[in-house]
């Protein structure tokens, strides 16, 4: 009975892990890439971070400074526009992570119930 104090945590951590880590590359930054290639140093910087940030999947990371990039006045219809699709394309993904990260814990739990009925 102790060990379902250190299995149950493990097991839904390693489920957590494993939907972040599976859903990189289903945002696609080549429109800020593209939009923001030739604008000025800040605003290319700025970009170029969310860039970074949506590559290596950090989702929380690219919403703050995409959010960040949108409130700069000074940008084209263009460069809002990919803004705006792109942050559609992050907020769908961490939408689509924790439902999937809900099922997999949810599934789990069952698993442990049924190894504890045992």
Known sequence: ?????????????????????????????APIEKSFASSEAGLKA?????????????????????????SN?????????AISDVLAQVQKAVADMGKKASGEAGKAMDDVKKSLGK
Do not use: F, R
């Open 46 to 70: 700025a970009a170029d971070k969310a860039v970074a940030a949506i590559k290596s999947a950090d989702y929380s990371g690219a919403m703050t400074e995409l959010q960040k990039l949108a």
């Open 1 to 29: 009975m102790k060990q379902i104090h250190w299995i149950l945590p493990s097991l839904i951590l390693a489920m957590l892990l494993g939907a972040g880590c599976s859903k990189s590359g289903s945002v696609d930054p």
């Open 73 to 81: 006045v000074n940008l084209t219809d263009d460069q809002k526009k």
